[in-house]
């Protein structure tokens, strides 16, 4: 949409048409206030996903931590990973995997 509008003010400039250009130009300032609106509310969902997380995630930590890894997964995958995910690996994955969740819940497509 923006990238559209984009054109065809350029179009309006290289024409001298400036009523079109006008209007074009507004259209192109909702746009990207709407996409501003967007930014913060996927900003606001990756903090909440961070903090959750990383409470949930510290206090898994504090109780098995002293063990290494509190997590082992079924399989290997090196050289990335290995056999164990540890406390910052876990936390990419699920981040990754709940701020989708509720970008979903709240309609953030």
Known sequence: MA???SRKIL???KRGD???LKKLQKKYEIVA???MKG???MIIVMILVILIFW???SFLNSMYGDKGSFIKIAFSIPPFIGETVDF???FIISSILFSRILSK???MY
């Open 3 to 5: 990238s559209e509008l």
């Open 11 to 13: 179009e309006a400039k």
């Open 18 to 20: 400036t009523e079109a």
């Open 33 to 35: 206030k709407q996409a």
């Open 39 to 41: 930014s913060v509310k």
């Open 55 to 57: 409470g949930f995630l």
């Open 88 to 90: 910052f690996i876990w």
């Open 105 to 107: 819940l709240l309609k």
